[in-house]
């Protein structure tokens, strides 16, 4: 037998399903657990009330349900208005947590009531402005009706909260303010009431979900905050030095935050860091900052590294909070700088002046790092301090000593004689070079003194590696550009020439018996205008007769490779290798060609006047005498004194030395008075070169231009070589005005036309 569907409908028993539902309903809201039976059982049922719209059961169930829920939040509202303050929290907490979690279930048990009956009779929400405080009236439960969801948190809301209200907020502020007190407090109970006010509007996305937190709660409680904050504040202040007073506040904030993350809903979280900044820390900049200077002075690197947590952009939202400490640091670095620059005397300063510049500037960049996080800001302020002191001058118009000191310690670094390190270490030591050198400003003076340094080393054979004397004419490039190394690089390509061209001479003399040597001979040939060599005012010299046929046949070997060259010969520049063969020792003595010379002349006899000798060698005066002394030094040559044209010098036949092979070469002062004076004299004469030369590149692009214009451009192109002078600048445009390279513009007041 089949029953039809309506017959079904027919035999519901509308009390007999209430009784089963309100047990499942009942279940829901305690927590208990339904067998999955049961509950299709109660889906059916609803869903078989609904079909019988003609008799409005559907209606009626929602008044069942909405009956019942009423009720069952009053009974609760009771329950909680019997318990105390101290318990409170605690019995919402076990109500609402099952209460808040069967709102789903009842959404989902009763979804055909929600979707057929609720949506169709309920009204536009744009007719009605729900308010959980707002007064209702009679007959508005007849006209509106909300999903079972929405219709149970609205209950609770109306009978819980709302009946409560006052209660609740002075519970919560008084639980947070136990806790600020380090009291025990239930910090789970306390979360769950003050979420509940949030999760209360969860399905009402046409309201703001924040309103109740923050009309229960969250005002309230900024209220009580504030004033805990500016007492805090101010106890901080008078119980505390600075130190104290950056620790305490750094502790508070992070309880705070702490605080707010336990407690507090995410919206709130930003709210509570700002205002904990703004009573402890914003109010409070003018007190941390007055005591900027003597951290900074005593270099109190824990309290710095705490004021600079709190004044940092990312805690502190005040714009340039962080001014005052920078410019006090800056300061105090500067003052270092400048006492460790005047602190420098004796005769070894190029060494000390890089070894403590480097130990200063490696410690306080380490400071930066550590205590003010390599923030940009210091690291420029760092940079300018120590620019300002490396560049110090004793008088204003005395020359900076900086730029020679560096060359000077490269040239003793990259010299044969550098004991305990290895190329590596050169080589790392050379990138602290490097550093300093870009604080440096008259980088045209480095490259003077230096390139001085690098001809001696090449010439005469002292320079420890190739490979390091390359990576440092790289390393320079990098920083200043091609042109500013272009004639190092010559320099270094004129020594690999020159070997290519020895190898070449070699096989030329052996082409030709009669072109063989009798000995060894090396050439380096130096391109002129590359090397920091004068070859006008050289001392005359006889060249000993031995030598004669070198020069003669690389100079015809020279002319047939290169035409339209002259050759100078630079005999103060010239090494030979002596072999000492009237000794008991054979010794191999590597000496200038002047002191060759000298020596040749004792072939013929062991005592020679000091005329004869002159005349011999063609040296004028001055030049003998420092040679001869080297020899007496060095006990080859015995002489009486004082020395006279009649003084005679007598070889020394006993002569002995430790080494069979070594060296006679002249002391090199490298910080000779005239010698700086002349490069000083010799920068100048470049810049003045630069200059011009800037000045009528830039007319020649622009054609007409003010006056103004092109002293800054002019300082924008030579502020990598140089800082010029203003004055120095007006004096090149006044020569060229002279010279006719530029006139002075006869439209426009203060221009300069560039005459074609």
């Not at 800056?330 to 190029?350: C, K, P, R, T």
């Not at 320099?491 to 001479?505: E, I, P, Q, R, Y």
Request: net charge negative; glycine share 2%.
């Amino acid at each position: 037998m089949f029953v039809s569907t309506m017959d079904v409908i027919q035999k519901i028993d509308f009390d007999d399903c209430w009784i089963d539902i309100e047990k499942t309903i009942t279940a829901l809201l305690l927590g208990n657990s339904i067998s999955r039976t049961a509950w299709n059982d109660r889906v059916l049922d609803v869903y078989h009330l609904c079909l019988r719209s003609r008799l409005k059961l559907g209606e009626k169930l929602y008044r069942k349900i909405r009956t019942f829920l009423r009720n069952y939040v009053t009974q609760v509202q009771e329950v909680l208005y019997n318990v105390g303050a101290g318990d409170f929290h605690r019995q919402y907490e076990a109500y609402w947590v099952p209460f808040h979690a069967s709102v789903p279930y009842l959404d989902h048990l009763f979804s055909f009531l929600n979707s057929c009956v609720i949506r169709k009779h309920k009204v536009h929400s744009g007719n009605i402005i729900y308010d959980p405080f707002g007064a209702k009236q009679e007959d508005d439960e007849d006209d509106e009706m909300m999903e079972i969801g929405k219709l149970a948190l609205d209950l609770w809301c109306e009978a819980v909260v709302k009946m409560h209200q006052d209660t609740l907020t002075e519970l919560l502020l008084t639980e947070i303010k136990r806790d600020r007190e380090r009291h025990s407090v239930d910090h789970r109970s306390v979360r769950a009431v003050i979420f509940s006010l949030v999760e209360l509007l969860q399905l009402r996305p046409e309201l703001d979900s924040l309103k109740l937190y923050e009309e229960v709660f969250e005002v309230p409680f900024f209220q009580m905050s504030t004033n805990y904050y500016i007492q805090n504040s101010q106890q901080f202040l008078d119980t505390s030095d600075c130190s104290d007073f950056m620790k305490r506040v750094m502790r508070f904030t992070e309880e705070e935050t702490a605080r707010s993350r336990r407690f507090l809903h995410p919206d709130s979280y930003n709210r509570v860091i700002f205002d904990t900044r703004q009573h402890l820390l914003i109010y409070n900049i003018p007190y941390l900052n007055s005591h900027c200077r003597d951290m900074v002075q005593q270099e109190k690197w824990e309290d710095l590294f705490n004021m600079y947590h709190l004044l940092c952009p990312s805690n502190c939202p005040v714009e340039n909070s962080l001014d005052t400490l920078i410019s006090e640091f800056e300061e105090h670095v500067q003052e270092m700088g400048l006492a460790i620059m005047q602190s420098l005397q004796g005769d070894d300063l190029a060494n000390q002046f890089v070894e403590a510049i480097l130990e200063f500037l490696s410690n306080y960049t380490n400071k930066v790092q550590l205590v003010f996080q390599h923030n940009q800001r210091f690291l420029a302020a760092l940079d300018r301090a120590c620019t300002t002191a490396i560049n110090f001058k004793r008088h204003p118009r005395a020359s900076c000593r900086s730029p020679e000191l560096l060359a000077k310690y490269c040239d003793d670094l990259l010299k044969k004689n550098t004991k305990g390190m290895t190329e590596n270490e050169v080589d790392e030591r050379l990138s602290d070079i490097i550093r300093l050198f870009n604080y440096i400003s008259d980088k045209d003076v480095f490259q003077k003194f230096y390139s001085r340094g690098m001809a001696r080393r090449l010439i005469f054979g002292l320079f420890q590696s190739m490979e390091l004397e390359e990576s440092m004419i790289n390393r320079l490039k990098q920083v200043c550009g091609y042109e500013y190394t272009s004639k190092l690089h010559r320099m270094f390509t004129d020594m690999a020439v020159s070997s290519d061209l020895t190898a070449k001479f070699s096989d030329y003399l052996s082409v030709d018996r009669e072109r063989q040597l009798s000995h060894n001979f090396f050439i380096n040939v130096l391109a002129d205008g590359s090397w920091p060599i004068s070859h006008s005012d050289l001392p005359t010299f006889s060249l000993p007769q031995e030598l004669e046929k070198c020069i003669r046949m690389f100079e015809l070997f020279y002319n047939e490779q290169f035409c339209g060259r002259k050759l100078t010969w630079m005999y103060n520049l010239s090494l030979v290798e002596l072999k000492f063969c009237y000794c008991k020792k054979r010794y191999l003595v590597t000496m200038e060609m002047y002191l060759m010379g000298i020596l040749l002349c004792f072939n013929s006899a062991d005592k020679i006047q000091y005329r004869d000798i002159r005349e011999s060698c063609q040296l004028p005066n001055k030049e003998l005498l420092k040679q001869l002394q080297l020899l007496v030094e060095a006990k080859i040559l015995l002489a009486s004194l004082p020395i006279t044209d009649a003084s005679e010098f007598s070889l020394n036949l006993k002569f002995t030395n430790k080494r069979t092979k070594f060296k006679i070469l002249p002391v090199i002062p490298a910080e000779v008075v005239q010698e700086v004076v002349q490069t000083h004299i010799s920068v100048e004469e470049d810049r003045r070169t630069f200059l011009e030369a800037s000045i009528v590149r830039i007319m020649k692009a622009r054609k007409e231009t003010s006056h103004a214009t092109l002293l800054q451009e002019v300082i924008n192109q030579a502020k990598t070589r140089f800082v010029p002078k203003v004055s120095t600048i007006k004096k090149c445009i006044e020569m060229l005005i002279e010279r006719q390279y530029i006139e002075r513009s006869q439209k426009t007041q203060g221009s300069y036309v560039y005459i074609a």
